[in-house]
């Protein structure tokens, strides 16, 4: 399984790759993974580049992902190129239609991608009070919704669980739900 993880910084993008990392080495596979932080500090791209099973270097190639899974709609069409055809994109989108039209519509159709929006900002802003910090574990919730990873919803749960801060345990639990329901 390769996956590669998108968005601009304070996103959780690093945090939902141990997590994912968590669940792999629970069920015994072998993980490597690298970030790319750029300017996270500032709100700037952040790529986190994560395998489990039978690899050798830590990155994903071009065409090679089996998953994108993206928190920011401008990183989610910078880097769709890492998909490999019949790979599938779960995004952070209020606007599916920058997905279904033009060349990026023909290039996802041409590739076999299957895209999934999540609007997750609108999901948040009504369900928990506008509380985008949620936003990378939702995210995952859609990812196990997906059934691309081939995880379960309790293994997906126990790991963010174990892997939260006490303070935000009972909040994450509940943005992995509704990205889950999306």
């Known amino acids: 399984m390769q996956i590669v993880i ?3 910084g304070g996103q959780g993008i ?3 790759s141990k997590v994912l990392g968590e669940i792999a080495l629970r069920r015994g596979d072998k993980v490597i993974g690298s970030e790319v932080h750029g300017m996270s500090q ?5 790529i986190s580049h994560f395998k489990s099973g039978e690899h050798f270097g830590p990155l994903v190639q071009n065409g090679d992902a089996d998953v994108v899974l993206a928190f ?3 990183e989610a069409i910078r880097n769709v190129s890492f998909l490999r055809s019949g790979g599938t994109l779960i995004v952070n989108c209020d606007d599916p239609a920058r997905f279904e039209a033009g060349t990026m519509g023909e290039y996802l159709r041409d590739k076999d991608i299957k895209v999934l929006p999540v609007d997750g900002y609108g999901i948040l802003r009504e369900e928990m009070g506008g509380r985008f910090l949620f936003l990378n574990v939702m995210i995952l919730g859609a990812l196990v919704a997906s059934d691309s990873f081939g995880i379960s919803m309790e293994d997906m749960e126990s ?3 174990d ?3 006490e303070r935000f345990r009972d909040d994450n639990i509940k943005a992995l739900n509704l990205g889950f329901k999306r």
Not at 42 to 46: D, I, K, L, Q, T
Request: charged share 15%; net charge negative.
């Open 6 to 8: 998108v968005g601009v």
């Open 14 to 16: 690093l945090f939902s």
């Open 42 to 46: 500032r709100g700037g791209s952040v």
């Open 72 to 74: 920011d709609t401008d």
């Open 159 to 161: 790991a963010v669980a």
């Open 163 to 165: 892997m939260s801060p």
